[in-house]
């Protein structure tokens, strides 16, 4: 899930320099950086700001230099690794996908010292492969222990808020499990005039599949992904509800008069949002663009199911379900292919 170019392309290292040059800049004293980078792994960067004198905490800061990879939608003459700024707004991928975690840090560190306070330990790990499921994170952390130490407190700097007028701290993150669906039947594109009605037509079979997860018509996934919610975060979602109201979903923009989900009841909007499953589509083959799309009942279709788990449900588990309730008593005894992306449980 990187791009197959990743280790000699020079982008992460790019990344990584951009970051420091930035902190380096701001003159942190006692500020120490190293890069851990053994073969076959992407290079975690860690940067350790030695403590005031006499403080005994050591504090571990997490944040990541990866991005999602970026798609259609923008803008003529705006891209996302080209930052331009147009009236009050600055576009560009830099605050998004966790771009903000190291400048946010390093400038809080420097605020501190320029106010004369005391500074506990400070350590900040940079990994380069988040968005990829974090596969080597555990080997890197353990080259990183004599760096790291035994954090007293760790703070992740890797999610959203709802608003900009106040800190937030996220109380729960949903896991996920993505798996790559493909369903064959023909053996090549064959007319659809000939063979439509005759051989089995792979998105139709997809869809009757993908019905097996979430409901058609609400969106509801199946009861096996299901947790009963925890009276906190009922609680919690009362707060939000009546504090914010539609200020939990006005900050996402729709089209006019697309209506969001539950948008009549915030306390269940919120839960969906923080608590529930979801399953979203994200990606798929065998599907030409319309432009070129000829009358054929083509070969095969594949999607990429990207299910959003509940905080305190097993990703593995999902991984299981997933695989049983695409691949079972599949329409037609068509062939079924299923290829696991990554899996995180929440938390």
């Known amino acids: 899930m990187v791009d197959p170019n990743y280790q000699t392309n020079g982008l992460v290292q790019q990344a990584m320099e951009c970051v420091d ?82 400048f946010a840090c390093m400038l809080a560190v420097k605020a501190v010292q320029e106010a004369g306070l005391r500074l506990p330990r400070i350590v900040m790990t940079l990994e380069s492969e988040e968005e990829s499921g974090s596969p080597n994170l555990l080997a890197l952390l353990k080259e990183a222990e004599p760096l790291i ?10 999610s959203g808020a709802l608003d900009y007028d106040q800190l937030w701290l996220t109380s729960s993150l949903r896991g996920i499990c993505i798996v790559d669906l493909t369903v064959e039947a023909g053996k090549a594109g064959y007319h659809s005039g000939e063979v439509g009605g005759v051989v089995p037509e792979t998105f139709r079979i997809i869809r009757n599949l993908l019905n097996r997860l979430d409901d058609p018509v609400t969106g509801e996934v199946t009861k096996e992904f299901q947790v ?12 939000i509800a009546q504090k914010y109201g539609e200020k939990v979903y ?16 915030v306390e269940e909007l919120y839960l969906n949002k923080a608590w529930r499953p979801n399953l979203s589509i994200t990606g798929a083959d065998g599907l030409p663009p319309v432009a070129i799309a000829g009358n054929v009942c083509r070969p095969f279709t594949t999607c990429r199911c990207s299910m959003r788990l509940c905080p305190v ?14 691949t079972k ?8 292919t299923i290829k696991g992306g990554h899996a995180g449980s929440g938390w």
């Open 250 to 265: 006005n900050k996402f923009p729709v089209h006019d008069g697309v209506q969001y989900i539950k948008q009549d009841n």
């Open 313 to 326: 449900f097993d990703a593995h588990k999902a991984n299981e379900i997933m695989t049983e309730k695409l």
């Open 329 to 336: 008593d599949v329409p037609y005894n068509a062939k079924v």
């Open 228 to 239: 009963e919610v925890s009276e906190e975060k009922r609680k919690e979602a009362q707060f």
């Open 21 to 102: 040059k930035n902190i380096q800049t701001l003159g942190i004293k006692g500020l120490s950086r190293t890069v851990i980078h053994p073969p076959g792994m992407n290079p975690m960067v860690v940067y350790v700001v030695d403590p005031s004198e006499g403080a005994t905490k050591n504090v571990m800061l997490y944040g990541h230099l990866d991005k999602q990879p970026y798609g259609p939608g923008w803008e003529e003459g705006l891209s996302p690794t080209d930052p331009q700024i147009r009236g009050d707004f600055m576009y560009g991928r830099g605050s998004a996908d966790d771009g903000y975690s190291a």
């Open 149 to 158: 130490k035994v954090p007293d407190a760790m703070f992740c700097m890797d």
